[in-house]
């Protein structure tokens, strides 16, 4: 029986929609919750939506095995990249995808800190964005070398040939980063399943389910001893995965900050890429945690009050990138640096405006509707503003390497940059591979972390009862 | 049959918590409590150790160093390179890799610990042994009193578990 509030006329849309206040809803057990979200696991059939979406992921997979074929056969020349835009497409979806992982990762790592217990149902979808966002960034550096079957070569092992490399270079940074990362969050993501695999295990009817979780659990028994370890191992992981959120791209943002470039080489660029990675990343885990509750129906698990809380640090995020593109021209301005200064007026008027614009207005503009409750709470139209916003940081990326590339010191260098075919198919059959990983991983896999949204209920309800 | 001890089965974490008061005040030792989530009141009544954090800092701090000394020993002697008469050291750009290097370590380190104090991978459990222990401890809260406890021959733990109005009680043997 939900608690009366009275209703003074001040109160908000949400707490109409959620009277207690409560982060589930009721009529909900424990062991009922275990057993839906390992059915989700154990049952052959799959939701129309998520069979639609990873169909459509898959063919875009082939699409994306021919564009890399093609690239490793032909040569970089079948994409737009020329002198000086040597940097183009390829290290704009390296970054953009980055900015998703790394906003996946804070949910689970940054947001565990801060003892945020409702992050606990989001908590496998964010450690899926970023773990299957990594796979498609990490490709990207790899297929823009033109010889990339020579990448072993920026690792410092003892050759033949006498090299070693650059360790000055922030190239090189970001190899030894982005393993750091992968494997930080791929043992992060792994430790903190055990306990739902070994969920999964123990409902298993089949004998293969039962062999597979058996073995991912490696034994797990929910004993005390495993449990202390746990939650320690836990905080431990994500105490180190939390600096590694704010460096990975930092060190990405130093690729060009490093960089003597007009319009690069400036200070902001760590903190300006940090938090545009943590923009694109919350929207990317909004739009997903919409499809995939309704897909697997989990609204009890995913309420209102997460895609506010999510709505909230989106809005935020937008809030500092305004401020950014705020300082950028007064900065380019105030240095009375004539390629500063031209620089800022080439983004804003010259041939790629519509992409400095357009991501004014899908980065900066659209976050502003979450101001309104009803757009942060309503699935579909946040899920929209998400996937605008999505969009709107390509732009932006897009934006940063080819204005800057295309029209940098010298007018003798300038060049224009035109996408090819290529280019479109190794950005679209990315976005397919990343749907495609990210499906599997939750189609698979337990779709929320069981144990922990068991926890912050009990939480909650020892709360509103007033227990310590 | 070689006795592994003896499980009480309860439905919720406070007949659990009861139940490791009542059997750490009777004076049994060696006792382990199985639970779907954390129940963080029993620990201070089960034995158990781990060394997470020291193992984490001083994994982290070999990283540190192992990374900064390659790029040092690669800058310095195997490969330097001459660039406008810069020291070679060159340490500000080398601290991003070798913080790397102290978080990759130390992960590693966290990780592998994790699994070594939880005891993991651990395929055979003695309490899981049969479909029917299986089907009693799902999503139920647990108190193992093991044999290794000095009073398990002396004091029936059996009898002192059953008076604690447990939903199942047995013994838990080896094979």
Known sequence: MTPHTPNTGAQTELERAEPAGRVREPGFTFAGLTDRVAQLVLRPQVPLLWLTIFNLAIAACCMFSVAVTVLLDVGVGTMGNNIPVAWALPIANYVWWIEIAVGGSLLSSILRLARQDWRSSLNRISEAVTLAGICCAGLFPILHLGRAWLLYWTLPYPNTMSIEPNFRSPLIWDVFGLFTYATASLLFWYLDMLPDLAAVRDRARSRTAYLVCGVLALGWCGSATQWRVQEKASILLAGLLTPLVFTIHTVVSLDFATALVPGWHSTIFPPYFVDGAILAGLSMVSVLAVLIRRAFALQTIITRRHFDNLGKLMLTTSIILAYVYVMEPFTAWYSADGYDMFTVHYRATGLYAWTYWSFIALGIGVPQLLWWTRNRIRPARLATISVLVIIGMWEERYMLMVTSLSRDFMPSAWAAFVTTAEDHALLYGSVGLFLAVFFLLVRLLPVCSIYSVRESLLLNEAGRRGVA | ?175
């Open chain 2, 1 to 175: 049959m070689k006795s592994y001890g003896i499980v009480a089965v309860f439905d919720n974490a406070e007949d659990l918590i009861r139940a490791v008061r009542a059997s750490y005040a009777a004076g049994f030792r060696r006792m382990e409590t199985y639970s779907p989530y954390p129940v963080p009141e029993v620990d201070s009544f089960l034995p158990g150790w781990e060394l997470l954090s020291p193992v984490a800092f001083i994994s982290g701090v070999a990283g540190g160093v192992l990374g900064f000394g390659v790029q040092y020993y690669i800058a310095v002697a195997l490969y330097p390179t001459n660039i406008g008469g810069r020291p070679l050291n060159s340490w500000p750009a080398f601290a991003v890799i070798a913080f790397e290097m102290v978080v990759l370590f130390a992960l590693l380190a966290v990780f592998a610990s994790a699994l070594f104090f939880e005891k993991l991978p651990r395929l055979y459990q003695p309490l899981y042994r049969t479909p029917d222990s299986v089907e009693r401890l799902r999503d139920r809260f647990a108190l193992c009193i093991e044999a290794t406890d000095p009073l398990f021959f002396s004091k029936h733990p059996y009898s002192f578990l059953t008076s604690l109005d447990p939903l199942h009680v047995w013994q838990v043997t080896y094979d």
